[in-house]
């Protein structure tokens, strides 16, 4: 059986919108954390102590108008060991057929010292639903993306 997707709701407030008022870059970028992350636990389940790793893609697509009542749907996409990618996707605004909004967020197990550990139990992934086919061949095009920590120790830092 599939991992479940999740859903969030979010009420754009003023608080969370730019000069124009449209939901803010930040604030976007937060709710979309917000939704992965809870995803990311759901999936992993109660043992799991996830940190976030990296934002690997991010798509803002339409702006958002201050009191627009936002759906975002998140599923686990791909496991490695320790290290999970979440994708994201605001559904369709009233009156739109395309998301507002979609991205691939990944996140790490962590131990109590914050070092990278396995996964406490397996998770599932949602499989080919065709939802998240979209993200899901995004994400085979960034499969090659590292983490930079090498280049950092190598560059001296973390001796």
């Known amino acids: 059986m599939p991992a479940p997707e999740t859903t969030s709701h979010?009420?754009?407030?003023?608080?969370?919108?730019?000069?124009?008022?449209?939901?803010?870059?930040?604030s976007l970028l937060r709710y979309a954390l917000e939704a992965a992350y809870a995803s990311a636990c759901?999936?992993?389940?109660?043992?799991?102590?996830?940190?976030?790793?990296?934002?690997?893609?991010?798509?803002c697509r339409?702006?958002?108008?201050?009191?627009a009542l936002v759906?975002?749907?998140?599923?686990?996409?791909?496991v490695?060991?320790?290290?999970?990618?979440?994708?994201v996707v605001g559904m369709p605004l009233p009156g739109h057929t395309l998301p507002w909004m979609d991205g691939l967020?990944?996140?790490?197990?962590?131990?109590?010292?914050?070092?990278?550990?396995?996964l406490p139990s397996p998770v599932e992934t949602v499989g080919d639903a065709p939802l998240w086919q979209p993200l899901v061949t995004r994400?085979?095009?960034?499969?090659?993306?590292?983490?930079?920590?090498?280049?950092?120790i190598s560059a001296g830092f973390g001796a």
């Open 105 to 118: 967020l990944g996140f790490v197990q962590v131990d109590a010292a914050g070092l990278p550990v396995d």
């Open 10 to 26: 979010r009420l754009v407030l003023p608080a969370d919108a730019n000069h124009h008022g449209t939901l803010y870059a930040g």
């Open 139 to 152: 994400l085979e095009k960034l499969v090659d993306v590292r983490g930079a920590t090498a280049d950092w």
């Open 80 to 87: 490695r060991q320790g290290y999970l990618v979440v994708g």
């Open 62 to 67: 339409r702006a958002v108008p201050v009191g």
């Open 71 to 78: 759906e975002i749907k998140g599923a686990v996409l791909q």
């Open 42 to 59: 759901r999936g992993a389940g109660p043992g799991a102590n996830l940190m976030l790793r990296r934002v690997l893609a991010l798509e």
